[in-house]
């Protein structure tokens, strides 16, 4: 599989906080990528980045093989952009911003699919966008870039601001256009649930570095969370294949991509003085914390 | 395409619009008005006398409202633009940033050729039922400083607006206030007539800041 997005090296500093540095990754042809961090660990700088609105310190940044700070205009139309926010046209409503998207993109642009996302919609046509709930919005500017039907979407933090309903209308109706139209997704997201219905691969990031990047089943068969009895006071001291190691009322947490005998044997060798060691497999959102950290 | 970019420019910025040009109509008529009832009061002859003797022009009024307008109506078309950072839909449609960026400020300033037209129309039909052609040329030339102004502070709010740090902002404003005072030096009739041809110039030249924001814009600069 070619790669769409190709990042090396790529490092930078707001002022002389480093945001991260040698950060490198590739998001392979038809795959559906989510960029996992928590807050301030560069997903919308790497987004930024991505869509050509930050020019980083250092390092690189290519699409379909051109270089993105040259991105010309018959790349961009490759490309559908959504904004953090759902942010659109407001003062325009849903036919009038059909027409004016539609005049960028001659012979590609797919009216039948904005339309078929509006008639779900309960508004009137000449309901202006600022008027429209943050749901409503979001499916007008899902629909502007299925409409589009770019090779590459790039999404930053496409649940913001939409309650349940909205957040799984939105990510149903986008797998089932990315699978059934073989397009390669960039996405961020604060929610990691969502995710999971979503995305094939994820990378995780922490305070300036990657910490996974793999396919989400990997990450959910192969990443456990083991729980065992320990005396109380207990300090574990472990190395670190083994995140985050907490100890609750004489109850010790870990999670670790350790199968459990391996565990096992560590902890032993480590002189834990444990018992009733336990693992079990974890949701995204655990995996994401376990990686993480709650801190 | 370049269709489609004044369509987005006219939706935004169409009730402004119609407002300021019925304000510049107004104030152009309450202008004349003032104009006819002089002439009632102390015969036609008495006005010829003071234009000439006196340098007096009587549209003064319309003074600062060209300014207000050319500033408003930046502020209508280019805040939007960069609330919650919104140029970037515009800047990554499939179309040179560039002319993008050009194109934007040329709807505005098509805009307001169309709105000031409409006060100089009024001045033009009007002055010369009762003026001497000079009379009428010395009123819309003397006036002309102050129209090129508010094509000035549409160019250079956009250039605030579209600036994307709050200190460059106001670094630009008290540039933009200096570059503004150009323009209300000299307030006797006529006053710029040798200067209006590079005034133009000068006033034309500003429309090159914004493409300094929109480099900025792009390369994120923050505060």
Sequence with gaps: MSAIIECK????????????????????QGRILGLLGKNGTGKTTTINILSGYLQPHSGECRIFGENIQTMRPALRKRIGLLLEGHVQYQFMNIT????????????????????????????????????????????????????????????????????PGYRRLFVDYLRDYARSENKTVFLTSHIIQDMERLIDDCIIMDYGKILIQQPIDTLMHGFRRYTCTVPENYRPQLP???????????????????????????????????????????????????????? | MIRAVFYKEWIKTRWFLLLATLFLMGITGYALLRVSRAMALHGVEHLWVVMVQKDAIFVDLLTYIPLMIGIGLAAVQFFPEMQNKRLKLALHLPYSRQKMTLLMPACGLSALVCCFATSYLMMGIYLPRYFAHELVRRVLLSAAPWFLAGFAGYLLVAWICLEPTWKRRVLNLIIALLVLRVYFLAPGAEAYNGFLPWLTVY?????????????????????
């Design chain 1, 9 to 28: 090296n790529l490092t930078h500093y707001y002022g002389r906080r480093k945001i991260y540095e040698n950060l490198n990754f590739e998001v392979p």
């Design chain 1, 96 to 163: 009038q911003i059909e027409k004016f998207y539609a005049a960028f993109y001659p012979g590609q642009w797919k009216k039948e699919a904005y339309y078929e996302l509006m008639d779900k919609l309960k508004v009137a046509p000449k309901q202006p966008i600022a008027r429209m709930s943050n749901g409503q919005r979001s499916q007008v500017a899902l629909g502007l870039i299925l409409a589009q039907n770019p090779e590459l979407l790039i999404l930053d933090d496409f649940s913001l601001g939409l309650d």
């Design chain 1, 240 to 295: 670190e294949s083994c995140y985050h190691p907490a100890v609750l009322r004489q109850t010790l947490e870990l999670h670790s991509f350790l199968p459990p005998a391996e565990m096992e044997s560590l902890l032993k060798a480590q002189q834990v003085p444990f018992t009733a060691l336990k693992h079990e497999n974890v949701s995204l959102e655990d995996a994401f914390i376990g990686l993480t950290g709650k801190y």
């Design chain 2, 203 to 223: 006033t034309l030249l500003l429309a090159c800041l914004s493409l300094i924001s929109m480099a900025r814009f792009k390369a994120g600069k923050q505060d």
